[in-house]
Every structure is written in structure tokens, then in C-alpha cells.
């Protein structure tokens, strides 16, 4: 399984971003897609994540503001993001996990997020 995302880039503070991640491979049906961040200094956290069955689980920090998404047919997961805030500044993380007897853990390259005061 490969993963591919694209966004991120520099957004004043109370503006708007969005990431996609596309994975590839062989991928069962079901599986839990998500995002991570990890700020410099700090280690890296969950944002928001989303089952195939439309389950989603959010970081406080971003509940209300971030919206998970994802398109089964493409593989394909969506991270919008608004409201944004210098304190969202890190890289962001996809992942892509499932269970077969044992868990499956992939993760994309990290995109930068940069919000600027």
C-alpha cells in the first residue's frame, strides 16, 4: 500500500486548507483512514479519522473546525480545514490502517501546514 497526499502550504491565521491523500495498492474493504500531525518539538497526534463505514474520530483541538472525509471508490481521504490556527502548524500525516490477523500501519510523506499570525 502506497499513499500520496498533496495541500498543506502557508494560510493566514482564521483561513482555510485542504489535503488529500490517495492510497494505492492493494487495500482491503475495510479499512480506517486518517490524519496525524506532528508539530516541531513535539511528537505526533492524531487530528481526525475515518472508517470506511463513515465512523469518525476528531482531536479536540480541531472539533468544529476540521472536517474528515473520504471517497471509498478512490481510495481516497480528505482532510478540510478552516478556521485555522498557528497553533495547527506541523506537518500532517496520512495514514492508513487495517487488521488481517495482524494490524496493517501505513503512512504517507508529511505535508506542511504553516498558519501564520
Known amino acids: 500500500v502506497q499513499l500520496q497526499a498533496s495541500g498543506g502550504g502557508l494560510v493566514q491565521a482564521g483561513g482555510s486548507l485542504g489535503l488529500s491523500c490517495a492510497a494505492s495498492g492493494s487495500i482491503p474493504s475495510f479499512t480506517v483512514m486518517g490524519w496525524y500531525r506532528q508539530a516541531l518539538g513535539k511528537q505526533r497526534e492524531l487530528v481526525a479519522t475515518?472508517?470506511?463505514?463513515?465512523?469518525?474520530t476528531y482531536a479536540d483541538s480541531v472539533k468544529g473546525r476540521f472536517t474528515i472525509s473520504r471517497d471509498i471508490a478512490k481510495n481516497t481521504v480528505y482532510l478540510q480545514m478552516s478556521s485555522l490556527e498557528p497553533e495547527d502548524t506541523a506537518v500532517y500525516y496520512c495514514?492508513?490502517?487495517?487488521?488481517?490477523?495482524?494490524?496493517?500501519?501505513?503512512w504517507g510523506q508529511g505535508t506542511l501546514v504553516t498558519v501564520s499570525s
Open positions: 495514514n492508513l490502517n487495517y487488521r488481517n490477523f495482524r494490524i496493517y500501519n501505513y
Open positions: 475515518m472508517t470506511t463505514g463513515g465512523a469518525t
